[in-house]
């Protein structure tokens, strides 16, 4: 089995989300919404898979859905799993990561650690469905793992949970994890200065109309 990642020119997806709807759906479109906005030096916009936002293009091409989900497979460039117990029996995660492996190899699979484990080393391979776990230890290679264990995650706040999710993007885009974080700061920066800058326009003209209605009453 190939380990190697095979490239993509210009990927629809920047990330294709395999996930069990029943555990992390809440938590896959949370996250799916902050990796598309976080900002690093290579882009500015991040597109990712999500079956339920993003497979109705999909179903237009390939009517049948396996299909359609391979579609937009071969449009992206890295698999994002949320690994969980529920995931790792889960017919359908199956087939995405399988289908993943066979398409693109392991080298471009991160995973986010979903469900609660106390060991890492001992727990975190039965949180795999079983084409991941024989490829990994076939392959012997160390996974890419993010903590969003739920007992990490009810320690953040939104900030937080959104510069932990930094290390996905850094991984994603190529970049290292100091200039998505410096990046994305700026872009918050500017994004505060200018709301202010706003809402001071519209209270100085709201001022301003009302003196100037209180003089025409005169």
Same mark, same amino acid.
């Given at each position: 089995m190939s380990t190697n990642a095979t490239t993509i020119a210009q990927p629809q997806y920047a990330a294709f989300i395999s996930y069990n709807q029943s555990h992390d759906?809440?938590?896959?479109?949370?996250v799916r919404k902050h990796l598309q906005v976080i900002k690093s030096p290579l882009r500015k $916009?991040?597109? %990712?898979f999500?079956?339920?936002? =993003?497979?109705?293009?999909?179903?237009?091409?390939?009517p049948e859905?396996?299909?359609a989900l391979k579609g937009a497979m071969r449009e992206s460039a890295f698999l994002i799993l949320f690994a969980s117990r529920k995931a790792a029996v889960s017919n359908w995660v199956e087939f995405e990561v399988a289908t993943w492996i066979e398409l693109r190899g392991i080298d471009r699979i $991160?995973?986010? %650690?979903?469900?609660?484990?106390? =060991?890492?080393g001992a727990e975190l391979f039965s949180l795999f469905p079983p084409s991941l776990?024989?490829?990994?230890?076939?392959?012997n290679i160390e996974p890419l793992c993010l903590d969003l264990r739920p007992?990490?995650?009810?320690?953040?706040?939104?900030a937080e949970f959104k510069d932990k999710l930094s290390s996905v993007v850094a991984a994603i885009d190529g970049v290292s994890l100091d200039s998505v974080v410096r990046r994305d700061v700026r872009f918050r920066r500017r994004k505060l200065f200018w709301g202010t800058l706003r809402t001071f326009i519209v209270f100085a003209l709201g001022v301003?109309?009302?003196?100037?209605?209180?003089?025409l009453v005169q």
């Open positions: 759906e809440k938590l896959a479109s949370l $916009v991040r597109s %990712v999500r079956d339920k936002t =993003d497979i109705k293009q999909h179903l237009e091409r390939h859905l396996a299909e $991160v995973i986010l %650690v979903s469900d609660e484990i106390s =060991d890492f776990k024989r490829a990994y230890t076939e392959g007992s990490v995650r009810q320690r953040y706040g939104r301003t109309v009302g003196v100037l209605a209180n003089r």
